[in-house]
């Protein structure tokens, strides 16, 4: 499975992006897929999950009630929708894929910049 990050860019503080992961491979639908971020300076973080079948989300608290994550399997793809921007959600951006209880797949990662 290879994955491909894109969407992200400069946004100013309250303002909405919308991040996109395409994946290739006909098991998309068996994923979970996964937004995880990396802030300069930071650790990794797990940002939002959505189940293969959409059925089951969850996301970090901070981001709760501000980003949507969704997915189109008919598509291979996976989204971000980002609402209510702050400069805290500066990052680059990575989805992942998970068979199983563990994150195997990787997409190259897309910049977010907020603005205040």
């Known amino acids: 499975v290879q994955l491909q990050a894109s969407g992200g860019g400069l946004v100013q503080a309250g303002g909405s992006l919308r991040v996109s992961c395409a994946a290739s491979?006909?098991?998309?639908?068996?994923?979970?897929m996964g937004w995880f971020r990396q802030a300069p300076g930071k650790e990794r973080e797990f940002v939002a999950a959505?189940?293969?079948?959409?059925?089951?989300?969850n996301y970090r608290d901070s981001v709760k009630g501000r980003f949507i994550i969704s997915r189109d399997n008919a598509k291979n793809t996976v989204y971000l929708q980002m609402n209510s921007l702050k400069p805290e959600d500066t990052a680059v951006y990575y989805c992942?894929?998970?068979?199983?209880?563990?994150?195997?797949?990787w997409g190259q990662g897309t910049q977010v910049t907020v603005s205040s």
């Open positions: 992942a894929g998970a068979y199983g209880g563990r994150y195997e797949f």
């Open positions: 959505i189940s293969g079948t959409s059925t089951a989300t």
């Open positions: 491979g006909r098991t998309f639908s068996s994923l979970r």
